[in-house]
C-alpha cells in the first residue's frame, strides 16, 4: 500500500524560494571566487576532503590481508 503525498501551495512556495535562494549564493560565492565553483563528481570529490588532504575513497582502500 502506498501513500501519494501532494505538495501544499506555501510548502512548493518555500521550496521554489530555497531553491532560487540557493542559486543565488552560489552565484554570489562564484563571483567573490573569480570562478566557477566545481560541479557534479568533482564537486562531491572536493567537499570530501577533510583536513589531512585525503579524501573520503582513499580513506576507505583498505591494506590487502
Excluded at 501544499?8 to 552560489?26: F, I, P, S, V
Excluded at 562531491?44 to 590487502?64: H, M, T, V, W, Y
Amino acid at each position: 500500500m502506498t501513500t501519494k503525498q501532494t505538495g501544499t501551495n506555501a510548502g512548493d512556495a518555500a521550496a521554489k524560494a530555497l531553491h532560487e535562494a540557493t542559486r543565488q549564493e552560489e552565484r554570489d560565492v562564484e563571483r567573490a571566487k573569480g570562478s566557477d565553483l566545481k560541479k557534479g563528481k568533482d564537486r562531491i570529490e572536493e567537499r570530501s576532503r577533510s583536513s589531512d588532504g585525503r579524501s573520503a575513497g582513499e580513506k576507505q582502500d583498505l591494506p590487502a590481508r
